[in-house]
């Protein structure tokens, strides 16, 4: 039988998974919306740390007992797709600011991202 901390510790977990998944849709419908209005693909798309759940509530500690840690055995999201994301935003802001491939690309990347999050 689960003692209450530990049923309390699951629900937390869930809550801050749905709230990580929510976000990088969040961001990724900027990225979709921007293209649609002829905007640079990442205009006000922010997908770092200190917007992410997971981060705010563990990342002070190492990113010690994270999902993404626990599932990887590494700190800041270390072998995930979040630093291709990140890689193709840079690119995307400096040099490809709305082509198609380079929109295709990086909804590719934040679908692999999510799916990620999603598995954890």
């Not at 801050?16 to 419908?29: D, G, P, S, T, Y």
């Amino acid at each position: 039988m689960e003692t209450p901390l530990t049923v309390l510790k699951k629900a937390m977990l869930a809550v801050l998974k749905e709230m990580v998944v929510a976000h990088w849709k969040q961001e990724r419908r900027k990225v979709i919306n921007n293209f649609k209005n002829g905007l640079a693909l990442c205009e006000g798309v922010n997908i770092h740390g200190t917007r992410c759940a997971f981060c705010i509530v563990y990342g002070a500690n190492d990113c010690a007992g994270c999902p993404i840690e626990v599932k990887t055995g590494l700190t800041d999201c270390d072998d995930t797709p979040y630093y291709n994301v990140i890689a193709w935003l840079r690119v995307a802001y400096y040099y490809e600011h709305s082509t198609r491939a380079s929109y295709e690309q990086g909804i590719e990347l934040f679908n692999k991202q999510i799916e990620f999050l999603e598995s954890l």
